[in-house]
């Protein structure tokens, strides 16, 4: 199955650079559907220009984003050298504490496939 995802700019080039391996998202509806062998073609936005594809390789279930984070090198996230504080608030600058609460995070590790 392909799930489409939007992806901003500069972790669109992240993951195809291959800095970037797991993808952070709330575990809402939509995400609970992806399985581990999926694809997902993440458009780039807000310009919508370019796509591509990865598929699933993990998925693992965390409470809060900090959680994940002391779980996962920041470095699987393209994000080496970053403190937890600038983690943790770059993702709330992306998703609030409340949709944190409601839905908890999931961490999808994916391999870059190609561009689609």
Not at 53 to 71: C, G, H, N, P, R
Not at 86 to 107: L, P, S
């Amino acid at each position: 199955m392909i799930h489409q995802m939007g992806l901003y700019g500069e972790y669109f080039s992240l993951i195809k650079e291959g800095k970037k391996v797991v993808e952070v998202r709330l575990n809402d509806e939509k995400r609970r559907k992806i399985k581990v062998g999926d694809s997902i073609q993440f458009i780039k936005v807000p310009e919508q220009d370019e796509s591509l594809q990865v598929e699933v390789s993990e998925l693992k279930i965390y409470d809060t984003f900090q959680a994940m984070y002391e779980d996962i090198p920041f470095k699987y996230f393209g994000c080496k050298g970053w403190t937890m504080k600038e983690m943790v608030e770059g993702t709330y600058e992306i998703y609030t504490h409340e949709q944190e609460k409601e839905y908890g995070v999931v961490a999808i590790t994916i391999s870059y496939v190609k561009d689609s």
